[in-house]
């Protein structure tokens, strides 16, 4: 069965950290391209990170360069998301997608993030 996990979510005070975790089951990471998204209810899906085996640089979103760190492992079949300095407009449900070439998307469940002031 083709799946992805995420995990790592909880609640945190400002200024601490937290490491979120995609794996993926049933496929190889290898091909794709593994994007950590984040959404607030009532607010549109944004971008956060992106990491793949073409590009040289993994992707940040400016909100998050300089705090937050992504990284693959290709024997886990895992990409982490190590997330330092929180804020709390990092509060959101985030999301990891897997994405090849050809298109195939597959999305994990969401995990919740709680950045308290």
């Known amino acids: 069965e083709v799946q992805l996990q995420a995990s790592g979510g909880g609640l945190v005070q400002a200024g601490g950290s937290l490491r979120l975790s995609c794996k993926a089951s049933?496929?190889?990471?290898?091909?794709?391209?593994i994007g950590w998204f984040r959404q607030v209810p009532g607010k549109e899906r944004e971008g956060v990170s992106c990491?793949?085996?073409?590009?040289?640089?993994?992707y940040y979103a400016d909100s998050v360069k300089g705090r937050f760190t992504i990284s693959s492992d290709n024997v886990e079949n895992t990409v982490d998301l190590q997330m330092n300095i929180l804020k709390p407009d990092d509060t959101a449900l985030y999301y990891c997608?897997?994405?090849?070439?050809?298109?195939?998307?597959?999305w994990g469940q969401g995990t919740e993030v709680t950045v308290s002031s």
């Open positions: 997608n897997a994405r090849s070439r050809a298109g195939v998307s597959y």
């Open positions: 049933g496929f190889s990471l290898d091909d794709f391209a």
């Open positions: 990491i793949s085996r073409a590009d040289e640089e993994p």
